[in-house]
Nanobody
Framework: QIQLVESGGGLVQAGGSLRISCAAS?????????MGWFRQAPGKEREFVAA????????IYADSVKGRITISRDKYGNTVYLQMNSLKPEDTAVYYC???????????????????WGQGTQVTVSS
């Protein structure tokens, strides 16, 4: 089991930057797990944003955020970050951190593959 806790959300003006974090705990030291970020805007389905492999060497992004958002994880692998630049009002959503035991495989964009979820953090971009 992995427990995930997000932090760092808030209100930012369009064009601004924000970094959100996700701290993992539980059975993290002996198993390889990929991490991802998803977001859900009011009235919309939860969508994939970015994911990173256990090693941090493989990263994937949704087309809508490529070039503006960067996912990373710390050297211990238990904290994942989402650096968001050039934010737009359409980036407004609740951002969820998610994880699954992936072994050495590449991370996936498939929401149904993620077994563990955080409670979400609100990001609001004002125009």
């Amino acid at each position: 089991q992995i427990q995930l806790v997000e932090s760092g959300g808030g209100l930012v003006q369009a064009g601004g930057s924000l970094r959100i974090s996700c701290a993992a705990s539980g059975r993290t030291s002996s198993s390889s797990y990929a991490m991802g970020w998803f977001r859900q805007a009011p009235g919309k389905e939860r969508e994939f944003v970015a994911a990173i492999s256990w090693s941090g060497g493989s990263k994937i992004y949704a087309d809508s955020v490529k070039g503006r958002i960067t996912i990373s994880r710390d050297k211990y692998g238990n904290t994942v970050y989402l650096q968001m630049n050039s934010l737009k009002p359409e980036d407004t959503a609740v951002y969820y951190c998610a994880g699954y035991y992936s072994g050495s495989y590449l991370p996936t964009v498939r929401r149904d593959q993620y077994d563990y979820w955080g409670q979400g953090t609100q990001v609001t971009v004002s125009s």
